[in-house]
C-alpha cells in the first residue's frame, strides 16, 4: 500500500534523500452655469490640468479612455431613453450590473462550489500523502521540519492537479473583483466631472446644467451635496447588509476571514462620510450599485437560480435559504440582547 502510495504521489527528491535540508519556499469653474455647493478638495484637481502636481494622476484618471467609455455610456442611456439623469443614472446601474457582474457573480459561484466539493478528496489525500512522508521520514531520518516541507511541497502539487482537472482554480473566482471595481472606479469619475463640468468632458458643462435640475425627492440637485446625509447612510447600511449575509453564511470562519469581514465592515462604515463629501450624483450611483449587489448576493442563494446557472449542488447548500438567512440574523441580532 505505501509502495503504492509513494509512486502515486511522491517524486523523487535526490536532494532529500542524501540529507540536504529543504530551503524555505518563497511566499507566495463655470460662467453662467449653477455651482453647487461641492468642497475645495472635490473640485481642485479641475484647475490644476497639466501642471503635474499632486491632482496629476487623477487628471490621468479623469481624462482616461475607460471613464470617456463611461461616459458615453451614460450618455447614450439618457439619450436612448429620454429619462431624467436621476433615472438614467440608476436604469444605468441596473443594466450594467445585470450585464456584467451577475453573469461573474454565478461563474464565481461556480467556481467556489467546485472548490467546495473537492475538499472531500483534498482531505482524503492530504491523510494518506501525511502516513507516506512519515514512512519516508523515518527511513531517510529525515528531521520534522524537512518532512513538513515536503509535505507541503507534494500537496500543494496535488491540489493544484486537481484544480486544473476540474478547472476551478481558486484565483478564477476573483474575476468578479478584477471587473467590477474598475468599472465603479470609471463610472463615478465620469459622474464626477458631469457634476463639476470638468474640462475633461467634452460634455460636461451641459450635462452639469440638467444634473442641477434632474434630480427627485429632497436631491434635487445632483451636482450638490446630500446635506440629509439620507443617501450616504443608506449607502452604509446596504453595503454592512451585504456584509453580514456573508458572515452569516460563513460557519466557523478562518482568523484571516474573520479580519477581511472587520475589514470590510469598517470600509462601509467609512463609505458613509466619503459620500457626504461627493455630488449626489455619485452617492446615487453608489447607492443603486450597492442595492443591486445586495439583490445578486440574494437572488445567487436561491436553488432554482443556482440550477439555472448550473452551479453544482454542494453539502452546504440548503433547501430553504432564506429561511435559514433569517433565523440566523434573529439568532445573532435579536436573541443577544
Not at 100 to 121: D, F, G, M, R, W
Not at 122 to 127: D, L, M, P, V
Not at 179 to 207: C, D, K, Y
Request: overall charge positive; some cysteine.
Amino acid at each position: 500500500m505505501l509502495c503504492r502510495l509513494g509512486c502515486r504521489w511522491l517524486r523523487p527528491l535526490p536532494a532529500l534523500q542524501f540529507g540536504v535540508r529543504v530551503p524555505p519556499l518563497a511566499p507566495t469653474s463655470t460662467g453662467g452655469i449653477k455651482h453647487s455647493a461641492l468642497p475645495a478638495w472635490a473640485v481642485a484637481s479641475v484647475s490644476t490640468v497639466g501642471s503635474g502636481g499632486p491632482g496629476s494622476w487623477y487628471e490621468a484618471l479623469a481624462s482616461s479612455a475607460p471613464v470617456q467609455g463611461a461616459e458615453e455610456v451614460l450618455l447614450g442611456m439618457h439619450a436612448a431613453t429620454g429619462l431624467p439623469w436621476w433615472a438614467c443614472i440608476a436604469l444605468t446601474t441596473v443594466a450594467l450590473r445585470g450585464a456584467v457582474t451577475l453573469p461573474l457573480a454565478s461563474y464565481q459561484h461556480y467556481i467556489l462550489a467546485k472548490v467546495e466539493n473537492l475538499q472531500p478528496e483534498i482531505k482524503n489525500i492530504a491523510r494518506h500523502l501525511n502516513q507516506e512522508i512519515a514512512v519516508r521520514a523515518n527511513q531517510l531520518k529525515w528531521s520534522k521540519r524537512v518532512a513538513r516541507l515536503t509535505f507541503l511541497k507534494n500537496m500543494r502539487r496535488l491540489v493544484s492537479e486537481l484544480y486544473v482537472r476540474d478547472n476551478c482554480h481558486p484565483f478564477k473566482a476573483t474575476v468578479l473583483v478584477w471587473i467590477q471595481f474598475p468599472m465603479w472606479i470609471f463610472m463615478s469619475v465620469a459622474l464626477r466631472n458631469f457634476s463639476t463640468g470638468s474640462p475633461h468632458s467634452e460634455a460636461g458643462f451641459p450635462v452639469q446644467e440638467q444634473l442641477a435640475d434632474d434630480g427627485i425627492l429632497w436631491f434635487r440637485d445632483l451636482t450638490a451635496l446630500d446635506s440629509t446625509w439620507i443617501l450616504p447612510v443608506s449607502v452604509g447600511v446596504i453595503n454592512l447588509l451585504i456584509v453580514e449575509i456573508f458572515a452569516l453564511q460563513k460557519l466557523g470562519m478562518s482568523r484571516f476571514q474573520t479580519y477581511i469581514t472587520y475589514f470590510v465592515r469598517a470600509v462601509s462604515v467609512l463609505m458613509i462620510p466619503i459620500a457626504a463629501t461627493v455630488p449626489s450624483s455619485i452617492v446615487l450611483y453608489w447607492l443603486c450599485s450597492s442595492f443591486m449587489g445586495l439583490s445578486q448576493n440574494l437572488l445567487l442563494r436561491s436553488p432554482r437560480f443556482r440550477r439555472l446557472c448550473r452551479i453544482p449542488l454542494t453539502k452546504s447548500d440548503s433547501d430553504t435559504p432564506y429561511k435559514d438567512l433569517f433565523a440566523a440574523f434573529y439568532a445573532k441580532f435579536i436573541l443577544r440582547k
